[in-house]
């Protein structure tokens, strides 16, 4: 009787499947004739429309053409020159038009042919009207040639008028026809598509029941499915896009949300369904998450956050991934903080649906959907058996699409094939003889390994999960855990390298540190220290009482007072002390310590340095101190004998030597010799007065003030206008600035610089000098001195005379040098020794640079201070211990 019953249930069946057949195939059949006459009718609409962007692009191109004619008579008529401006731009756009004209009617000979009429006549158009251009505004009234353009540009202008002509009757002709064309075609379109339609409700009534049923079936999916959602720890929601006026998203509402919100959020899913996202969730607003968001809906691309958020009085971790779909997006998020626990609740999820939902499509996509949303690669494996029931491979039955990240095939490839084929390092890491382990006791595995992909080591940690004969794999990225381990096994090498370096560098420098627990009464001292005691290591006691017994006997109790004070006020602690070493010798320490930690625990960290030699050197220093003022002194004495008793003969000489040239009857040779006596005296008196300056230069520079050099050179121009005057020399000074220096000292040393550039000036030129300033950075300097200032003012004088060679550039400043010992170019040798010790004493720096018979140049660099107050600078020796700033 059942074999009846199937038998009838066959025979009603067979008629049934061949109507659908036959219903299917004729309803595609309408379906393609309809969609063709759409496309017909689609064609038609378009040329219809291309008839009418010709029209448009003829009525544009002509118009060009007409206000170049209007422009061209007004410009004859009234000479207004202005359409000279705007001639180019109705031209470009005239030769736009008809270069899209010819594109729109490229299927249309006969306009074609008209185009290259109109391209011929526009040429001449615009060879034409460019000629009257260029005659404008200057021509008259009787200028023949100008006219008889005017009246060949007319006649042009008459013969595109006839070509447009031409082209739009040939236009409408084409818009006849098309339109004839796009009403035949409308007809049988309307025809066919109430075919289809009629054919269509015979089809939908005959199958009605079927999608009935199908409906009833896809309810049950879809409770189901909703089953799911609620005991699912994921927060699953979908959200619809909210357009403002001119159709632009600035939110979302939401349109499902499962239990999960509740859970995590506590948030009731039925309270959100309407509400805006960024209400529910204002932490999207914080970093730009809802723009990505929007433009993640927008280019239908998937995105994922991994974020910290703060709610029902607790901070969890978030993992979210947003997929677009058609109408809106998903929303998945994992809640990360119990990684562990999800992986396993996502698993059984995996089972369930696999076991309950093999017959409905629509929920293993949703399935398929969720699964694809987290970040680890998921297989699900079937064992496979030989004839005696032995367990010799896998076979992979489902695995996320993420699996192409790691291996060089899609998850539809690889689905179905064997794991020895598709993951052979399975067989040789050892991890299928776990697999075959968990399969036997059926008891979780967890997996850790190393997986060489594309020359890069990929770490996994996977987690084994059976069922019967199945077998789950899900398998986590944690190559940044393994790169995090090997980093921080690198960072403790490095730690280990730089003690080691550290220690060395305390070696090279003398230095030896230290931690001192006060409170208990500990004393930690490195191994250099104690090689500054001279002692070996560990061989004092670590508390302080035993470190005070190597202090010296006379040295303790300054010492004891200024480490109580350090104490009682928490204040660092800077002090020189003797030490007795093991030998019996005794050194000089220097120890620098800061407290670390609050007056409850405090705890002294510092350096000791051996400064036995800078003691030494510094009572050296005193010694040669007393000695350079018993130099000063006798160099005042040379100065008081040098401004007095040398000069007192030179005067009586020059004296005598003037009365002598006064008497009668001196013969002109005796004249001769007095003259060259008395020139003598005089570059004597000169020599003398230079030296004086070059002694003085040192004891002057205590009256230092703010100086403006602009008023420096006004004096020296003043100063040397005869002499400027006489040589015919061009002086170009820029803007200088002020600096804090001794007034006469700036004086004396641009007075030399601009006097050396009038005396050595080149007889075949006529003379010029330029003085330039600029503010420069030191790190920009190439000059060779100690550069204590941060900013240096680089002030250039430069000349054209004759010059010097560039290798005689240090020579220059040393004092009585002349490389030019011609009669016409006096002097002492001491000038350019003066301008070196003044920018020197100034601490700067002065260099020179010269090409023999072109010129020369001289840089000078002072430094820049912002002081106004007139404050003096610092000695020598403080400057070297200070920096300027």
């Known amino acids: 009787m059942n074999l009846s019953n199937t038998e009838n249930t066959r025979t009603r069946r067979a008629p049934f499947r061949l109507g659908v057949a036959i219903a299917v195939v004729l309803l595609l059949l309408i379906a393609g004739i309809t969609f063709r006459q759409i496309k017909n009718l689609q064609r038609s609409a378009d040329l219809v429309s291309l008839s009418f962007q010709v029209d448009k692009e003829i009525n544009n191109l002509f118009s060009m053409y007409n206000i170049m004619e209007s422009a061209q008579f007004r410009s004859v008529i009234v000479r207004d020159s202005s359409f000279q401006l705007s001639y180019e731009d109705y031209r470009q756009q005239s030769e736009a038009s008809l270069k899209k004209l010819y594109e729109l009617t490229k299927t249309v000979p006969e306009n074609q042919r008209t ?313 040789e890491s050892g991890s299928f003889e776990v697999m075959l382990n968990c399969i036997k006791t059926q008891q979780k595995e967890i997996i850790e390994r190393k997986y060489v992909y594309q020359d890069k080591d990929l770490w996994f940690r996977t987690t084994l999960q059976p069922i019967n004969n199945r077998l789950t794999a899900t398998a986590s990225n944690i190559t940044h855990i393994k790169e995090a381990e090997k980093h921080l096994l690198h960072l403790n090498e490095e730690l280990q390298i730089q003690n080691s370096i550290l220690s060395n560098a305390e070696g090279m420098a003398k230095i030896g540190s230290y931690i001192w627990d006060v409170s208990q009464d500990t004393l930690r001292i490195s191994d250099n220290f104690y090689h500054l005691l001279d002692r070996e290591v560990g061989s004092v006691d670590p508390t302080i009482d035993s470190f005070m017994n190597i202090v010296h006997s006379e ?60 003691i030494k050197s510094e009572r050296n220093l005193i010694n040669r101190n007393r000695e350079l003022k018993r130099s000063n002194a006798e160099l005042e004495s040379f100065n008081r004998v040098a401004s007095h008793d040398l000069q007192e003969p030179l005067r009586k000489i020059q004296m005598f030597i003037s009365r002598i040239n006064d008497l009668d009857g001196v013969s002109r040779r005796s004249q001769n010799y007095f003259e060259k006596i008395t020139q003598a005296a005089d570059r004597m008196q000169t020599l003398i007065k230079n030296l004086l300056t070059y002694s003085r230069i040192d004891s002057a520079i205590e009256k230092i003030e703010e100086v403006d050099l602009n008023k420096v050179m006004e004096n020296i121009q003043d100063n040397l206008s005869v002499q400027i005057k006489e040589s015919g020399m061009k002086l170009e000074v820029d803007r200088l600035p002020s600096v804090q220096a001794v007034p006469f000292q700036m004086e004396q040393l641009f007075n030399n610089l601009i006097s050396n550039a009038i005396k050595y000036r080149s007889p075949d030129r006529k003379p010029q000098v330029f003085v330039r300033s600029e503010l420069v950075r030191r790190e920009s300097i190439n000059a060779a001195f100690t550069k204590l200032a941060r900013k240096y003012y680089l002030i250039t004088v430069e000349d054209n005379g004759i010059g010097f060679k560039q290798e005689n550039a240090d020579r220059i400043f040393e004092i009585f040098q002349r490389l030019h010992y011609q009669p016409e170019y006096k002097g002492t040798g001491i000038g350019l020794a003066i301008c070196k010790k003044i920018v020197e004493n100034h601490r700067g720096y002065i260099q020179a640079f010269g090409k023999e018979g072109e010129g020369s140049s001289f840089q000078i660099y002072l430094p820049f201070t912002t002081s106004t107050n007139g404050a003096p600078l610092k000695g020598k020796k403080q400057e070297e211990e200070e920096q300027y700033n």
């Open 115 to 427: 185009l290259d009429s109109v391209t011929v006549i526009k040429d001449k158009l615009h060879a034409s009207l460019t000629k009257i251009n260029s005659q404008l505004p200057a021509f008259t009234s009787q200028d023949r040639d100008i006219l008889q353009e005017v009246r060949t540009a007319d006649s042009l202008l008459h013969k595109l008028r006839q070509l447009k002509i031409k082209l739009v009757l040939k236009k409408e002709s084409l818009l006849q026809e098309r339109l004839s064309a796009y009403q035949s075609q409308s007809f049988i379109t309307h025809l066919t598509s109430l075919l289809l339609a009629i054919f269509s409700l015979i089809v939908f009534i005959i199958f009605f029941k079927i999608i009935d049923e199908d409906r009833k079936s896809i309810i049950r999916a879809e409770t189901f499915l909703q089953s799911i959602l609620k005991n699912t720890d994921n927060i699953i929601n979908f959200y619809a896009p909210i357009y403002d006026r001119e159709g632009r998203i600035y939110d979302f509402r939401v349109v499902f949300a499962n239990d999960s919100n509740k859970t995590h959020f506590g948030m009731v899913p039925e309270s959100m369904i309407g509400k805006e996202v960024s209400k529910l969730f204002p932490f999207l607003l914080l970093n730009g998450e809802l723009d990505d968001l929007i433009n993640s809906f927008k280019e239908q691309k998937r995105i994922s956050f991994d974020r910290q958020i703060a709610a029902n009085g607790k901070k969890m971790w978030f993992a979210s991934v947003v997929r677009p779909l058609s109408n809106g997006l998903l929303i998945i998020a994992r809640n990360s903080t119990e990684e562990k626990n999800s992986e396993e609740k996502l698993i059984r999820l995996n089972q369930e649906l696999k076991e309950r939902n093999e017959d409905l499509d629509d929920t293993r996509k949703l399935l398929k959907v969720i699964l694809e949303s987290t970040d680890n690669t998921i297989n699900h494996y079937e064992a496979v058996y030989d004839e005696q029931g032995k367990v010799i491979d896998f076979r992979i039955l489902y695995v996320t699409e993420n699996i192409s990240n790691y291996i060089d095939s899609t998850a539809q490839e690889v689905i179905g094939k064997l794991v020895s084929e598709v993951y052979p390092k399975t067989i």
């Open 555 to 614: 040295d303790k109790a300054i010492f004891k007072a200024k480490a109580e004070k350090a104490i009682s006020s928490l204040q660092s602690l800077e002090h020189t002390f003797r030490v007795v070493t093991n030998q019996g010798n005794i050194k000089y320490l220097k120890i620098f310590g800061q407290f670390m930690h609050s007056k409850k625990d405090p705890v002294m960290i510092g350096v000791a340095q051996d400064v036995t030699k800078q």
